[in-house]
């Protein structure tokens, strides 16, 4: 549990970070809050010769609205900023209440949007509400600038579409123009802890109608998914009992989420199912 030597970069800038990358060769690593880096760094599990830490730079960290259209967050703000933020509160509420039941309050203190999202766990909390809400990432690197669609970014169990040297600058999440109902599910094996399952949900309805829905589960495959089939599968159909039975039995028959110590797949498929139909009432009754 002792941290191995390494050098310890932490510029004032962006151009200062690739001067940096340039100098150090490959065997690095950013260093945001540090929650998941540094007990990765402790447990052995990876070894680097330098770390290059991100908090001076300003231009991470910041929440902004862009012509009423969109909010734009920088990779650095932190869970406790975003669950406190009046703005993200009024455009975005399932963002703010995901990002107050990451965790417990130290690591809300300390952990950001950005290094949750590059760290690209399959169940965790922001990872979800990304891919729900089709958040766009803005990738930097020298000279250059790229979006990732949330829903291409993730690309395996703690593999996401970044290179190494490339450096998450923001996440910008579309202002929804009508209202949507949304819920936010999930099952921690005791407070605090990783999540094993997240549901979260987002439904416009027109009178009984489910007249648009999202749907992004945690847990139940080799990264977050978008329930596309779900979706079709309500997309213009009345929210009977009958129909959101129907439509967490689907899910159970396409999601094979892997066994945990405690718990098997098929225990995992039979929370989820509850889980999903929870999240489908909850954000239709709110809508
Ligand atoms: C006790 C505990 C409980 C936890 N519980 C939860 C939970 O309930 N839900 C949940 O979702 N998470 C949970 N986590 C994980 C944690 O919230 C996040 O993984 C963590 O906050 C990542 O953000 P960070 O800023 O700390 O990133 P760091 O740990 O500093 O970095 C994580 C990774 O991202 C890279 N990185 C960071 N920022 C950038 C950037 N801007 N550009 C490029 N690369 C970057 C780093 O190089 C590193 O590989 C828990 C962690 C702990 C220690």
Known sequence: MILETFDYYAPNSLAEVFDIVESV???FKFLAGGQSLIPMLKMNLIKVSSIIDLK???DLSFIKEEDGQ???IGALVKYVEISESDLIKKHLPILSYASRKVAHQLVRNRGTIG????????AADLCVISVLLDAEMEIVSRGAVRYVNA?????GSLTTNLKQNEVLKSIR?????ENYGWSFNKLSLSHGDFPLLITATLIRRSGNTIDDIKIALGGVADTVVRAKEIEEFLKGKEATEENIYKASKLASSIYNPSPTLEFSSNYIKKVMEVYLRRSINEAYNMA
């Open 25 to 27: 060769g490959e065997d």
């Open 56 to 58: 001076k730079i300003s």
């Open 115 to 122: 290094g949750s999202i590059v760290f690209g766990h399959p």
């Open 173 to 177: 999440f579309k202002i929804p123009k």
């Open 151 to 155: 829903n291409r970014f993730f690309l």
């Open 70 to 72: 969109l909010i734009r």
